[in-house]
């Protein structure tokens, strides 16, 4: 998805501040990258980069993408996310973006039964 077009759902009237989705980078993609977009005003889409290492994703016993969510939060220069699960469960959701909580997955997306029914374990 295009970020234009990730502008177009969530600047939808149906889409309140705080719906958020995730989509691959336009330019990015072929390198691990993915945008996570939040809506944070009914005229303001923000949109974030994240970074991975799909390369060494598999090198060791579990998988580890390296996801990182940029600009990195002072304190949070080491945090990173094995996938995109982890990534949106422990880092997006119910966290704030530009004053706003990230409260809503954008609606009729592909990506969305990614993250249906996981839980992470411990």
Do not use: W
């Not at 060791?60 to 990534?87: I, M, R, S, W």
């Not at 909580?101 to 029914?117: E, H, I, M, S, W």
């Amino acid at each position: 998805m295009e970020k234009e077009e990730a502008e177009r759902r969530l600047g939808s009237s149906v889409c309140d501040p705080g719906t958020y989705l995730i989509r691959f980078s336009d330019k990015e993609a072929s390198k691990g990258g993915f945008v996570f977009s939040i809506k944070v005003t009914e005229t303001t889409i923000r949109h974030y980069m994240i970074e991975g290492k799909p390369d060494t994703a598999c090198n060791g016993n579990e998988y580890d993408a390296k996801l990182v969510l940029l600009p990195v939060q002072e304190g949070k220069e080491n945090e990173t996310f094995p996938n995109l699960v982890t990534l949106v469960e422990d880092r997006i959701r119910m966290h704030e973006f530009d004053g706003v909580k990230a409260k809503y997955v954008c609606r009729d997306l592909q990506f969305n039964a990614v993250f249906k029914g996981y839980k992470k374990t411990t």
